[in-house]
């Protein structure tokens, strides 16, 4: 398995608190995604890295940010945690894009959120 | 911009019965498909990918995928399943970055 941790692996928090999640990598791995999933949606992207201090937005990047000040963790911050951004956050590594195409993701093992 | 389709939200299927997940995506340009299998409680790992060459392609446990560039589908199918299929299937295209499709659910019954 890809050594990617994500911590916490649960947390409640409440409307207007900050939160901080983490993500950790053994690998290595050039880039790293936040995404987060929730029921009849799938997954989504928040935001990206392609470096350390290289990120950009997904689809789903309000009331979120990151950062990425070593190659082996990248943080997501809940600014102001609204009862909407509970879900299911999963953090994914990959290699780089070789031949013009992404690579395989390999997945952390979630962290679910709950903002009352 | 790229989009997958799900077409079945929920499956239920018997053990050692076929079962065939159906997965479409809208593109203009050439594209690079994938199975994702998530079990309860995980993160997601991969079933499968087409990249390029052929379109059938073969994954793990069995599972086995067909591109259809005419008809823009990716459905995923196994001969027989088993009770660990039990699982949400994601299909997810690639447009530089990955884009899921809302899942199916996977329920094997004995």
């Known amino acids: ?116 | 911009a790229q989009s997958v389709t799900q077409l079945d939200s929920q499956v239920p299927v018997f053990e050692e019965a076929p079962v065939e997940l159906r997965c479409n995506y809208s593109s203009s340009v050439s594209v690079y498909l994938f199975w994702y299998v998530q079990y309860p409680n995980q993160g997601l790992q991969l079933l499968l990918k087409y990249l390029s060459g052929s379109t059938l392609v073969k994954g793990i446990n069995g599972f086995e995928a067909e591109f259809n560039k005419s008809q823009t589908s990716f459905h995923l199918r196994k001969p027989s399943v088993h009770i660990s299929d039990t699982a949400e299937y994601f299909c997810a295209v690639d447009d530089y970055k990955l884009s899921f499709g809302a899942g199916t659910t996977v329920t094997v019954r004995a």
């Open chain 1, 1 to 116: 398995d890809a050594g990617i941790t994500q911590s916490p692996r649960h947390k409640v928090t409440e409307t207007g608190t900050p939160v901080t999640l983490r993500c950790h990598q053994t690998e290595n791995h050039r880039y790293m995604y936040w995404y987060r999933q929730d029921p009849g949606h799938g997954l989504r992207l928040i935001h990206y890295s392609y470096g350390v201090k290289d990120t950009d937005k997904g689809e789903v990047s309000d009331g979120y940010s990151v950062s990425r000040s070593k190659t082996e963790d990248f943080l997501l911050t809940l600014e102001s945690a609204t009862s909407s951004q509970t879900s299911v956050y999963f953090c994914a590594i990959s290699t780089d894009r070789t031949g013009g195409f992404i690579n395989e993701q390999f997945f952390g093992p979630g962290t679910r959120l709950t903002v009352l």
